[in-house]
C-alpha cells in the first residue's frame, strides 16, 4: 500500500498541473478554429504604438466596426463589448438587479456555435435600425422567469421594454476567446442584446477602453467618433482559403481610411485564428509551465522511492524465489510473476492518483470559482493517469524484478 501510495502522489501531483494546462490550451471552437479570425488594426497615434513595441491595439473603434461588420466580406462578422445595466423584472417577487451585459451583433451567436435551450438570437440589423430584443443566459432565464420557455415574453430592462427572442443552454467556452478583458475563463454575460442599444441608449463601456486623443469631453457621441477602441471584432470565413482575399480587403479599407486623415501608422493589421489568438494573449502563463516541471520532478523522486520499496520488498523474498527456482521455474517465469505484481501495484497508484487529482481539482475550484466550469478529469485524462500510473510502476520495478530473477538460488537454499 505503501508502494502504490507513492506512486499514487506523484501522479496526482503531475497531472493536477498537467490536467490544467491541457483544459487551457483546449480548442474551444475546435470544428472551425481555424476559419474565425480576430481581428485588429492599428488607428493609433503616428508617435507612439499602441502595445510596445510595435503592436496595433486589440480592439476596435466603433466607426471600424461598423464599417467592417456592414461591408460583409465574410460569412459571419460581429463586433461585441461588455457593458451593464439594471434589470427590473415586472415579477415583483424578482428583486431588480445589476446585469452583465455583452452588446453584439446577431451574427455573433453561429459564428460561434453558441447553444439555444429556446428561440434564437437576431439577425444583423442595420447601421440605424434599433430594435429591442434580447438574448437570456440559462441562468438569468431560471432566475427571472424560472426556467420557462420565455420566447416573445417582455422583459423591463435599461429603462426599455425588451422582448426576449432567445434563451441559451449552458455555455461556458473555457478558454472565453471572443473576449478576455477580464480574464481568459470569465463566466459569460448574463443579457445579450443588439450592439446598436448599447449607442442608443449610451450604455457605459466595459472591458478594455483605450484612447489616445485628447479631450474628447463627456459627449458620448464624440466617444464613438473617435479613436478610442472598445469593441472586439470577429469573423468567420467559409474557408481558409477566403483568408487572402479579407486580408486585401482589411488593407483596401485601411488605405481609404488614410485617405481621410486616419491611421498614420504604417498599415499594421492582425488577423489571427482562435488558437492563434490564444497563443497571442498567453493564456497560459510560463508559471503554469514551471508547476508543471516542478510535478515531473515530484514525480521522479517518487518512482525512486517507489523502486527502492519494491526492491525492499523483492529482496525478503528472495529464498521464496530460490526454492521456486530450485523446483524448475524459469528466469521468465520469475519475471512475469515480479511485473505483475508491480502492475497491480501501478493499477493501485492509479486508482489512488485519481483520488488525490480529483481532490485537488475540486481545491481549486473553490480557491478559483472561475475556473469551476471547465476544470474536470476527463475520460481522456483519467486514461492518461491510468497510463503513466502503470508506466510508472513499470519503471519503478523494472530493475528490481530484473535482478531477483536473476539471482542463484543456491546461496539461499543451504
Request: glycine share 6%.
Amino acid at each position: 500500500m505503501l508502494i502504490s501510495t507513492t506512486l499514487g502522489l506523484g501522479i496526482a501531483a503531475c497531472m493536477i498541473t498537467y490536467s490544467l494546462i491541457y483544459l487551457m490550451s483546449k480548442d474551444p471552437l475546435p470544428n472551425k478554429s481555424n476559419r474565425v479570425y480576430h481581428v485588429q488594426l492599428d488607428n493609433w497615434h503616428r508617435n507612439s504604438a499602441a502595445i510596445e513595441p510595435n503592436l496595433p491595439p486589440e480592439e476596435v473603434t466603433w466607426r471600424d466596426a461598423m464599417n467592417i461588420v456592414h461591408a460583409k466580406q465574410a460569412k459571419y462578422q460581429a463586433a461585441h463589448a461588455i457593458t451593464w445595466g439594471m434589470v427590473t423584472p415586472a415579477n415583483k417577487n424578482v428583486p431588480p438587479f445589476l446585469g452583465i451585459i455583452r452588446a453584439t451583433q446577431g451574427e455573433f451567436f453561429p459564428m460561434f456555435d453558441v447553444p439555444f435551450l429556446y428561440g434564437q438570437g437576431w439577425q444583423n440589423h442595420p447601421i440605424n435600425h434599433v430594435e429591442y430584443v434580447t438574448v437570456l443566459s440559462k441562468e438569468t432565464n431560471q432566475r427571472v422567469f424560472a426556467g420557462i420557455n420565455s420566447v416573445g415574453k417582455t422583459l423591463p430592462m435599461l429603462g426599455k421594454l425588451f422582448t426576449v427572442v432567445g434563451v441559451l443552454d449552458e455555455w461556458h467556452p473555457s478558454p472565453k476567446f471572443f473576449d478576455m478583458s477580464f480574464g481568459a475563463f470569465y463566466p459569460p454575460e448574463d443579457l445579450y442584446v443588439p450592439l446598436q442599444i448599447k449607442a442608443e441608449l449610451e450604455l457605459p463601456h466595459g472591458g478594455h477602453t483605450h484612447c489616445w486623443e485628447k479631450d474628447l469631453g463627456d459627449n458620448y457621441q464624440a466617444f464613438l467618433n473617435s479613436e478610442c477602441v472598445n469593441f472586439n471584432l470577429w469573423i468567420e470565413l467559409a474557408s481558409q482559403q477566403n483568408k487572402p482575399q479579407f486580408d486585401n480587403y482589411l488593407q483596401t479599407y485601411v488605405e481609404q481610411q488614410k485617405g481621410l486623415g486616419r491611421f498614420p501608422r504604417v498599415s499594421n493589421n492582425i488577423v489571427l485564428n482562435i488558437n492563434q489568438w490564444l497563443v497571442y494573449k498567453k493564456v497560459i502563463s510560463s508559471d503554469m509551465y514551471l508547476f508543471f516541471y516542478l510535478a515531473l520532478l515530484f514525480l521522479l523522486v517518487c518512482l525512486f522511492n517507489a523502486a527502492s520499496l519494491i526492491s525492499t520488498k523483492f529482496t525478503a523474498k528472495n529464498s521464496e524465489i530460490a526454492l521456486r527456482r530450485a523446483l524448475g521455474a524459469n528466469q521468465l517465469a520469475i519475471l512475469s510473476q515480479c511485473l505483475t505484481e508491480t502492475l497491480i501495484l501501478g493499477c493501485l497508484g492509479a486508482l489512488i492518483g485519481i483520488i488525490f487529482c480529483l481532490m485537488g481539482l475540486e481545491g481549486i475550484k473553490y480557491l478559483y470559482p472561475n475556473f469551476s466550469a471547465f476544470v474536470t478529469l476527463d475520460m481522456p485524462l483519467m486514461l492518461i493517469t491510468v497510463g503513466i500510473s502503470i508506466l510508472s510502476s513499470v519503471l519503478a520495478g523494472l530493475i528490481p524484478s530484473i535482478k531477483v530473477s536473476m539471482l542463484a538460488p543456491a546461496g539461499y537454499l543451504k
